[in-house]
């Protein structure tokens, strides 16, 4: 696996490349251990102008993915592309009272499983993506993220 790592957020308190890597291959599926793939950790500001473009969404949401799709001749492990937006990775672990270094987990793991075909449009395909994010956060020492405390 080949991950370029991009931080244009200006927040320096991020996971290490290595554990980020380390997140990403863990959430590779066989036939993608040799990917490449793109990782853009970015501000409020362009967070928000890629969920606008891209969603249509009028404001910076936590992840996007933007898988290649087919594969290319030229670069045929590409996977693509996942954007961060730091910022609202901070204010949703304050937020939402969880470890920010397992939010940023799940969010890398997320990512990676959007680029690979995994979806969560409809229940069946929600469940089949949940239940792989919480095994591999489970690997990693993490909590269920989907588990409240009043569950």
Same mark, same amino acid.
């Given at each position: $696996?080949? $991950?370029?790592?991009?931080?244009?957020?200006?927040?320096?308190?991020?996971?290490?490349?290595?554990?980020?890597?380390?997140?990403?291959?863990?959430?590779?599926?066989?036939?993608?251990?040799?990917?490449?793939?793109?990782?853009?950790?970015?501000?409020?500001?362009?967070?928000?102008?890629?969920?606008?473009?891209?969603?249509?969404?009028?404001?910076?949401?936590?992840?996007?993915?933007?898988?290649?799709?087919?594969?290319?001749?030229?670069?045929?492990?590409?996977?693509?592309?996942?954007?961060?937006?730091?910022?609202?990775?901070?204010?949703?672990?304050?937020?939402?009272?969880?470890?920010?270094?397992?939010?940023?987990?799940?969010?890398?793991?997320?990512?990676?499983?959007?680029?690979?075909?995994?979806?969560?449009?409809?229940?069946?395909?929600?469940?089949?993506?949940?239940?792989?994010?919480?095994?591999?956060?489970?690997?990693?020492?993490?909590?269920?993220?989907?588990?409240?405390?009043?569950?």
């Amino acid at each position: $696996m080949n $991950m370029d790592i991009q931080n244009v957020s200006g927040i320096s308190s991020l996971p290490s490349n290595e554990t980020i890597i380390q997140w990403a291959v863990l959430a590779l599926d066989e036939k993608h251990k040799d990917a490449e793939i793109t990782l853009r950790v970015v501000d409020e500001e362009e967070g928000h102008m890629l969920n606008k473009e891209w969603r249509d969404k009028n404001s910076a949401t936590n992840v996007l993915s933007f898988p290649i799709g087919e594969p290319i001749e030229q670069a045929p492990n590409l996977l693509g592309d996942i954007v961060v937006c730091a910022p609202v990775v901070e204010k949703e672990a304050k937020t939402q009272k969880i470890d920010i270094e397992a939010h940023w987990a799940h969010l890398i793991i997320h990512g990676i499983l959007h680029l690979q075909g995994y979806d969560h449009q409809s229940d069946d395909d929600a469940n089949i993506m949940e239940s792989k994010e919480i095994i591999i956060l489970k690997k990693i020492g993490y909590a269920n993220p989907y588990e409240t405390e009043s569950n």
